[in-house]
């Protein structure tokens, strides 16, 4: 190396040794490992390895020439972006720029602390041993709180069976039957609606083929309330197997009203009056009575002590805080329940779908307020005759305007005289009168209170629709109030109702006015309550279409209870329970009878199936001679249809059918002894073959045959 080379070489050395003595200094990287680097300012230990010495700055030789070669970028600017962040990475860059703006300032910038950069500040915490075992005893106590069924003795062997056979997969008709081993009892036994197929049927009964089977371990037949759906089979049941029945002094009265009806005075001999909060045995089981509001009086769920642990029955319910009677729901005694562990709960599913609460039935009397204070001519109201809370609003406000109140209508008139004989209603006789006294009162001074909300063919109102009633006609002054809703199967008997009113000129207050009625089921926000109270381990959904019991389902697994300890039932699906599982173990035959309510007796399944058959594709009758000496047909054929042509083709249709029979006779010789039965076949089947070919029908064909 030459003399220039080294001077060069030293004043680069103290170049450098000047710029790491102005750089600022800064924190070790405590991530790097096994490093002898020191702060700025001092030198590299030689001895370590290469890959662990700190890489030196060199400072670009003032003496070297640009490449001639070396093109441009047309892209890099010489000037420095002011937008451009430094890069905490790179020593070189961030030093650089910090000697260079910082070269005549003091360095006021403080330190950062490499080790709790991107890190966020933790707090000293010192658990202390008490603490820890506070936590642990207070998450114990939310767990048993939680799931309080978890007390209930799991390693029982004992099992009870449960299995509806009416009221799921419809709206109505609930009946169910809960048995253990040696002993069994019925909860409700109720009727339904017929659909518009069932022609001449008033009312459905479940089948009691099941009951039959068990009827030496059935103890008894407990009643949760006295509405049609609830109660309304118990005279049919009754007329074929007799229990004793447990239920609250109301239910039984309108049993014995029904029993009166069909000829079972007597039997009024297996009635059991019960207290609520009070239990009773019924063969394996204890049941309790728990007041539930509802949209009639005197409602109640049951607590069923069984072999393998409590369940609890809802019935149908809604949570009214502000009950006309000023009875709420008995939700203590759930809570009592639910503390001790309630194995599986079964609750009313019928407005599942409905987000909320169900309105309290107070404020169906506030619309009643306007109603009445618009009305100028009589006010006729018409509500379900079991709904005595709605009934007495309308009473009342009756008083209150000087209105004098007409009861018509037989199941009205029957449920009113026995709440008001119980005490439910306490109205005075003189704000009441007979409906031939009605022409002593002016108009706007009558309430008339009637049944026939459902658009019933001979209720009382639809009978004054069509001018058919012996005592009331409709004037255009009268204000009809219909505080009902449709029942699934009856929207389009209300519809034609509405539409008979309308043209007798009257004002409808129907479902245009707000809160002019409101359900007695519960909603979302009630279902969640009634299973948060319980806190079950199994859950069943009852009372609704399958569509509504899904719907609860789901509302109960947001309420915490697991859906495998779930299940989704039809009518028939007999479920057992054991402390440990449920499962549906077989299917129970099910099914409806249908009944004519005017004479209170069955109508058969071949009878039904007949009418509809009837109804849908109609019937010919043929009645015809035939000479048996010349084989023809002698004399007149009488051929009649319904249901199949108009009148205007009878004509041609009657030769179709005999030109078809005089070739059958022409291919089959008739003699004195021939078969009439095996003539009327086949004429039956060569009629049913042409009318299906050419009118794709299938008529039910008479066919008659005198042989002379």
Known sequence: MNENQENSSQENSSQTSNLQENRP???????????????????????????????????????????PNRKPNPNQSNKPNP?????????????????????????????????????RKQMPTNVSPQMKDCLMDNERVQQERMNPWKQIELNSK????????????????????MESENSAFIIDVGMSFPDETMHGVDILVPDFSYL????????????????????GAMPYLFKELKFPIYATPLALAMIENKFNEHGLSADTKYFNYVTKRQQYEIGDFKVEWMHMTHSIVDSSALAIETPVGVVIHTADFKIDHTPIDGYTSDLHRFAHYGAKGVLCLFSDSTNSHNPGSTKSEKVVGKTFDTLFN?????????????????????????????????????????????????????????HFIEAHER?????????IVTTGSQGEAMAALSRMATDEHRHIKLKPTDTIIISASAIPGNEGSVSKLLNLLMKSGVTI????????HVSGHAAQEEQKLIIRLAQPKFFLPVHGEYNHIAAHAKTAAECGVDPRNMLLMSDGDQVEITPKFIKKVKAIKTGKRYIDNMNNKEIYNDVIVDRQKLASDGIINISLQISTQTGKISGRVAI????????????RFEKEVIQMIETYLLTNKTEGSANVKKIEEDIRGAVRKHVSRTRKLYPTIIPTVFLA
């Open 25 to 67: 200094k800064r924190n070790p990287n405590p991530y790097r490992q096994n490093s002898n680097t020191q702060t700025s300012g001092t030198s590299v230990n030689k001895d370590s390895a290469p890959s662990e010495q700190k890489r030196e700055h060199t400072p670009r030789d003032p003496n070297r020439k640009p490449n």
């Open 83 to 119: 937008n451009r962040k430094p890069n905490p990475n790179n020593k070189n860059t961030t030093q650089s720029n910090q000697n260079s703006n910082n070269s005549n300032k003091p360095n006021t910038r403080p330190k950062s602390n490499n080790k709790n950069r991107g890190r």
């Open 158 to 177: 004992g099992k009870i069976r449960f299995t509806p056979l009416g009221g799921l997969g419809e709206i109505g008709g609930n009946i169910a039957v």
């Open 212 to 231: 039959h089977t068990i009827k030496d371990k059935i103890k008894g037949i407990v009643i949760t309330h006295s509405h049609e759906d609830h109660i």
């Open 374 to 430: 618009l009305a100028e001519g009589r006010v006729i109201m018409s509500t379900f005759s079991s709904n005595v809370h709605r009934i007495v609003q309308a009473m009342e406000r009756a008083v209150e305007h000087g209105r004098k109140i007409c009861v018509i209508g037989r199941s009205m008139e029957r449920n009113i005289e026995t709440t008001r004989k119980l005490g439910y209603i306490t109205i005075e006789d003189k």
């Open 439 to 447: 022409g002593k009162f002016r108009d706007e001074e009558l309430l």
């Open 509 to 516: 207050r129907y479902k245009e006015f707000d809160n002019i």
């Open 640 to 651: 009649s249809t319904f249901g199949i042509i108009p009148n205007k083709d009878d004509k």
